[in-house]
């Protein structure tokens, strides 16, 4: 039979730890932008769903929440704080005293959980504690959570498609690092990950999640998108790719490892449309709200800051897959491309849009 804890510690794709100036921690007003733009639906969600009734009949004195796909802080924080406030606002119009409120951290295990623990708000008013393992397995026991919360996390799949790893079929994505530009079946094959990741997501959530229980996840998400209109869409991605493939023919790293690298993103797969089309499937939870919005509000101040946030988030995967001591030259690299090509720092082309949902946990039968 199946260990239902083997899924805790996946593999790793954790965003660049510590407090330096290429850390996720100095690299994330983008994804804190999002927080910030989803706050008011979140609070309202908690306001108008969050069913005080199922806490009692579950613990009367404890709230257990869990961010998944936290990092290091600090938006984990914030998201954390905005979810307090609702809940203790909703006591308090009630007339009833706040129960205590337990705050789980979860990440990768690699991820650099010391930043988090030493940058833990001071006067926060909740307890808490650190998860390691992957969301797309089992994290908590049984019907343990009330609410779950998740932010910009569920753009990582759990892994990369097997058909571009398997180098029994050759290289299907040879000469890029994604899908854009890409052959159909690289395409394809991210797509179906997505789908499989998203239901292991939701199987996990529905065991963990109490009856009644709320779950709020944000994520970029694309709307209308035509890969061979769209100039913009993914050429970040591309130039990056361009990089490794151009030391590559200079002998500095091996060609055969740039063939098998790819980003196991799925930011420019994952489409409203068809992440409802999952959702309204569920057996175990029920859409309660979910909102489309524009992710307009960040800006790219300067090329520095464009390369950097892209280097938060990748330079340890980079770093896994070609070894240490390469990402310093691949980023000044692409640092001098996106200097012949500003363009596509302009976010508001790039048509992302964030989508945020609220599920709720159906009663059992
Ligand atoms: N929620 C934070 C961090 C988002 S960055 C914010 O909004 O700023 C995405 C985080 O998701 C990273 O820290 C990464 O390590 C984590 N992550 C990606 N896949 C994961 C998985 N399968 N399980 C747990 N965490 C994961």
Same mark, same amino acid.
């Given at each position: 039979? @199946?260990?239902?804890?083997?899924?805790? =510690?996946?593999?790793?794709?954790?965003?660049?730890?510590?407090?330096?100036?290429?850390?996720?921690?100095?690299?994330?007003?983008?994804?804190? $932008?999002?927080?910030?733009?989803?706050?008011?639906?979140?609070?309202?969600?908690?306001?108008?769903?969050?069913?005080?009734?199922?806490?009692?009949?579950?613990?009367?004195?404890?709230?257990?929440?869990?961010?998944?796909?936290?990092?290091?802080?600090?938006?984990?924080?914030?998201?954390?704080?905005?979810?307090?406030?609702?809940?203790?606002?909703?006591?308090?119009?009630?007339?009833? $005293?706040?129960?205590?409120?337990?705050? =789980?951290?979860?990440?990768?295990?690699?991820?650099?959980?010391?930043?988090?623990?030493?940058?833990?708000?001071?006067?926060?008013?909740?307890?808490?504690?650190?998860?390691?393992?992957?969301?797309?397995? *089992?994290?908590?026991?049984?019907?343990?959570?009330?609410?779950?919360?998740?932010?910009?996390?569920?753009?990582?799949?759990?892994?990369?498609?097997?058909?571009?790893?398997?180098?029994?079929?050759?290289?299907?994505?040879?000469?890029? &690092?994604?899908?854009?530009?890409?052959?159909?079946?690289?395409?394809?094959?991210?797509?179906?990950?997505?789908?499989?990741?998203?239901?292991?997501?939701?199987?996990? *959530?529905?065991?963990?999640?109490?009856?009644?229980?709320?779950?709020?996840?944000?994520?970029?998400?694309?709307?209308?998108?035509?890969?061979?209109?769209?100039?913009?869409?993914?050429?970040?991605?591309?130039?990056?790719?361009?990089?490794?493939?151009?030391?590559?023919?200079?002998?500095? &790293?091996?060609?055969?490892?740039?063939?098998?690298?790819?980003?196991?993103?799925?930011?420019?797969?994952?489409?409203?449309?068809?992440?409802?089309?999952?959702?309204?499937?569920?057996?175990?939870?029920?859409?309660?709200? $979910?909102?489309?919005?524009?992710?307009?509000?960040?800006?790219?101040?300067?090329?520095?800051?464009?390369?950097?946030?892209?280097?938060?988030?990748?330079?340890?995967?980079?770093?896994?897959?070609?070894?240490?001591?390469?990402?310093?030259?691949?980023?000044?690299?692409?640092? @001098?491309?996106?200097?012949?090509?500003?363009?596509?720092?302009?976010?508001?082309?790039?048509?992302?849009?964030?989508?945020?949902?609220?599920?709720?946990?159906?009663?059992?039968?």
């Amino acid at each position: 039979m @199946e260990n239902e804890f083997d899924s805790v =510690f996946p593999k790793s794709y954790v965003m660049k730890g510590g407090e330096g100036p290429h850390s996720y921690a100095q690299n994330s007003t983008g994804q804190k $932008s999002a927080i910030e733009a989803a706050k008011h639906h979140l609070q309202n969600a908690i306001t108008k769903k969050f069913d005080l009734k199922a806490i009692s009949a579950s613990s009367e004195n404890l709230i257990c929440i869990a961010d998944l796909g936290c990092s290091m802080g600090p938006n984990t924080f914030i998201a954390i704080q905005n979810i307090v406030e609702a809940i203790q606002l909703k006591y308090q119009s009630q007339n009833q $005293s706040t129960p205590e409120i337990l705050v =789980f951290f979860n990440d990768q295990a690699s991820n650099d959980f010391n930043t988090l623990f030493q940058n833990f708000p001071p006067n926060r008013n909740y307890f808490a504690a650190g998860i390691p393992g992957s969301f797309y397995g *089992r994290l908590f026991p049984k019907q343990s959570l009330h609410l779950v919360h998740t932010s910009a996390a569920l753009s990582w799949l759990s892994e990369l498609p097997k058909e571009l790893t398997d180098r029994s079929c050759g290289a299907l994505n040879k000469g890029r &690092i994604f899908y854009t530009n890409a052959p159909s079946e690289a395409y394809d094959a991210y797509q179906r990950q997505f789908k499989m990741d998203w239901e292991a997501f939701l199987q996990a *959530r529905a065991q963990e999640l109490v009856d009644n229980g709320i779950m709020a996840c944000l994520m970029n998400v694309i709307n209308d998108i035509d890969f061979k209109v769209d100039l913009y869409l993914g050429k970040d991605f591309e130039l990056l790719g361009s990089c490794p493939m151009d030391m590559a023919k200079l002998g500095l &790293i091996q060609e055969e490892k740039v063939d098998t690298f790819n980003v196991p993103l799925c930011s420019l797969i994952s489409s409203n449309l068809d992440l409802m089309k999952i959702l309204e499937t569920s057996e175990d939870f029920s859409i309660e709200q $979910s909102e489309v919005m524009d992710n307009n509000c960040f800006v790219i101040p300067n090329i520095e800051y464009f390369v950097s946030r892209l280097r938060a988030v990748l330079e340890v995967l980079i770093e896994n897959h070609f070894g240490v001591g390469i990402v310093d030259e691949l980023f000044e690299r692409f640092t @001098e491309k996106v200097r012949e090509f500003p363009k596509i720092m302009d976010v508001p082309k790039l048509k992302f849009h964030l989508f945020f949902v609220v599920l709720k946990r159906k009663v059992k039968a």
